[in-house]
């Protein structure tokens, strides 16, 4: 390792080149091997020789590159791309989940954001200054630390929404990340995220696991998305049963049905609940198909 530079993970797996100076590789073949990880650099070392790709180098991870069959069986990879998208490294690691979280740490953790926070709460708009921030990649969150000592936790399955704008950042114009998430209190609030555009891309792909942990294919019935709507709009969850005139006890299943959905979050027995991140995002597009339908 050259000095100032840290060994972040050293494991198994395997990778390939899915695309070379722009053209897809139909016949590329996984490779066994080492995977290093520093701060600065991944190494990717195996019976054909060892390669290095500064961190500083990639452009965007995400996305899939399923160039052919035995790519595609694959659930699991990260995909490095450089140069534009012109070359694509897909890489593998056996312990998957583990190696993500640090590579993305390692990524985005010297880079300088600057954060508004709370942009938005509770769906009103804040007059929050911009400020400079640091980011460090957890387990299950973005922890954000600002130079004024404001900590802002981001955990990644409490996503609400994620939304890419332009907004006036000290005077410039620039790509904004607006992040829905919960503060402390449990409270709806929107954090906008600025920086460097490589920086900026690779934190939304890591934002959009977890939005993805929250979004929902479940089938609920028109009842249920009323009582989400109902708490989203403000209702006690004690005044539900007049709000929409169901039976308490009818009341008490729903809610039980969507704790154990994981819609609700309760807060205490008989029957207080919240709104999660992803019944927000649930009632909130209730709300706008009903918007629709009128």
Do not use: C
Request: aromatic content about 6%.
């Amino acid at each position: 390792m050259k000095s100032g530079e840290t060994k972040i993970a050293d494991t198994r797996g395997r990778f390939l080149q899915a695309i070379r100076d722009g053209r897809e590789r139909n016949d590329a073949a996984w490779t066994n091997g080492r995977i290093l990880l520093s701060n600065r650099r991944i190494v990717l070392a195996g019976t054909g020789g060892k390669r290095t790709f500064p961190l500083s180098a990639i452009d965007r991870v995400g996305g899939r590159f399923d160039v052919n069959q035995r790519v595609a069986t694959v659930s699991d990879y990260l995909a490095l791309q450089f140069d534009n998208g012109e070359n694509v490294i897909l890489v593998a690691p056996g312990d998957y989940e583990e190696f993500e979280m640090d590579f993305y740490d390692a990524l985005l953790s010297s880079t300088k954001f600057l954060i508004r926070h709370p942009a938005v709460e509770g769906g009103v708009v804040q007059n929050t200054e911009w400020e400079g921030a640091r980011m460090k990649v957890e387990e299950e969150a973005v922890s954000i630390a600002t130079v004024n000592g404001t900590f802002v936790e981001v955990k990644l399955d409490d996503i609400g929404d994620i939304e890419m704008g332009r907004r006036t950042v000290r005077e410039e114009q620039r790509e904004v990340i607006e992040v829905e998430h919960s503060d402390d209190e449990g409270t709806s609030v929107q954090t906008y995220i600025s920086g460097p555009k490589d920086a900026v891309d690779n934190l939304k792909s890591l934002l959009q696991i977890g939005d993805e942990q929250t979004e929902t294919s479940l089938d609920l019935s028109q009842q249920d998305k009323q009582v989400l709507m109902a708490l989203y709009s403000g209702v006690s969850p004690f005044d539900i049963p007049a709000f929409l005139g169901i039976d308490v006890d009818e009341v008490e299943e729903l809610f039980v049905r969507l704790i154990d959905h994981d819609v609700l979050d309760e807060v205490r027995v008989r029957h207080e609940v919240e709104l999660n991140a992803r019944g927000r995002s649930i009632a909130a597009d209730a709300i706008d198909e009903q918007g629709a339908e009128m």
